[in-house]
């Protein structure tokens, strides 16, 4: 490696340290899948749910709750909320 390489990579890696450079963006990977969810019938209820626009006012109650536990209960989407703060 010669000296220019040596120097473009310094610069390199102090970019990556300064606001608004790429090295300071976190990305977080959140799956919210009714695999998660612990309760077994609940489970099967919401895999055998039709996929369809034409969902009753209850079963698209229930499958926004069941999303909102599921975020609730994931370790990196917590994490994600966390670093918001």
């Not at 919210?32 to 034409?54: G, I, M």
């Given at each position: 490696?010669?000296?220019?390489?040596?120097?473009?990579?310094?610069?390199?890696?102090?970019?990556?340290?300064?606001?608004?450079?790429?090295?300071?963006?976190?990305?977080y990977?959140?799956?919210?899948?009714?695999?998660?969810?612990?309760?077994?019938?609940?489970?099967?209820?919401?895999?055998?749910?039709?996929?369809?626009?034409?969902?009753?006012?209850?079963?698209?109650?229930?499958?926004?709750?069941?999303?909102?536990?599921?975020?609730?209960?994931?370790?990196?989407?917590?994490?994600?909320?966390?670093?918001?703060?």
């Amino acid at each position: 490696m010669d000296r220019r390489d040596s120097e473009r990579k310094v610069r390199r890696r102090a970019n990556i340290h300064r606001a608004g450079a790429c090295g300071d963006i976190r990305f977080y990977f959140v799956q919210v899948k009714f695999d998660e969810l612990r309760d077994e019938a609940e489970r099967l209820y919401f895999k055998t749910l039709p996929t369809t626009f034409n969902l009753s006012d209850e079963e698209v109650d229930k499958i926004k709750d069941a999303a909102h536990r599921i975020l609730a209960e994931s370790e990196e989407f917590q994490r994600f909320l966390g670093d918001l703060k």
